[in-house]
T-cell receptor, first 116, second 111 residues
Framework: GAGVSQSPSNKVTEKGKDVELRCDPI?????LYWYRQSLGQGLEFLIY????????KSGLPSDRFSAERTGGSVSTLTIQRTQQEDSAVYLC??????????????FGAGTRLSVL | QKEVEQNSGPLSVPEGAIASLNCTYS??????FFWYRQYSGKSPELIMF????GDKEDGRFTAQLNKASQYVSLLIRDSQPSDSATYLC???????????FGSGTRLQVQP
């Protein structure tokens, strides 16, 4: 696609429910990243994929958070047993995955998650 | 904990003036530096990137990097009301792909 696509754009859920957020990166981008942004804050790194592997998942805040990527393309971020503190905008980015300008990350529009 | 610090602002400048946005970072091993612009409710959009000490110019934007002082800045010349947004500084550390972001500086350009 022309840009990074995320769905849904908005998600409202009840505390304790599981949610799945989807990211479709720019075609040909091998690297994919998940960040989250709480209200008025900068972006917080969650996980990085190179192809289908996740060499850096150091930002996942708890074992309720998991992510996978299949076919070197679409990625799904799953949050189990959601809590109110999980409310944030979840942003996905992709890059070419090579050194230099290939490191430049392009962001999707995000999924705004609200946990009631 | 590697940190990227920005003044949250708001930084208010009159239309046509130069806006100067500053960022400091804690990791001396950092190699790549990015400025993203984020309009309210929108996703971050890359404005500039810089890897080497000195200045890099692109249109009305100039990024300045001083690795010895661990300081990176963004100058916006001839500021326009449409430049009003939050500007996020991001740093890529050695050996990592992830970016560490500052909390952003809100810029207001007054017509």
């Amino acid at each position: 696609g022309a840009g990074v696509s995320q769905s849904p754009s908005n998600k409202v859920t009840e505390k304790g429910k599981d949610v799945e957020l989807r990211c479709d990166p720019i075609s040909g981008h091998t690297a994919l990243y998940w960040y989250r942004q709480s209200l008025g804050q900068g972006l917080e790194f969650l996980i990085y994929f190179q192809g289908n592997s996740a060499p850096d998942k150091s930002g996942l805040p708890s074992d309720r958070f998991s992510a996978e990527r299949t076919g070197g393309s679409v990625s799904t971020l799953t949050i189990q047993r959601t809590q109110q503190e999980d409310s944030a905008v979840y942003l996905c980015a992709s890059s070419l995955g090579v050194a230099g300008q290939g490191n430049i990350q392009y962001f999707g529009a995000g999924t705004r998650l609200s946990v009631l | 904990q590697k940190e990227v610090e920005q003044n949250s602002g708001p930084l208010s400048v009159p239309e046509g003036a130069i806006a100067s946005l500053n960022c400091t970072y804690s990791d001396r091993g950092s190699q790549s530096f990015f400025w993203y612009r984020q309009y309210s409710g929108k996703s971050p959009e890359l404005i500039m990137f810089i890897y080497s000490n000195g200045d890099k110019e692109d249109g009305r934007f100039t990024a300045q990097l001083n690795k010895a002082s661990q300081y990176v800045s963004l100058l916006i010349r001839d500021s326009q009301p449409s430049d009003s947004a939050t500007y996020l500084c991001a740093v890529k550390d050695t050996g990592r792909r992830a970016l560490t972001f500052g909390s952003g500086t809100r810029l207001q350009v007054q017509p």
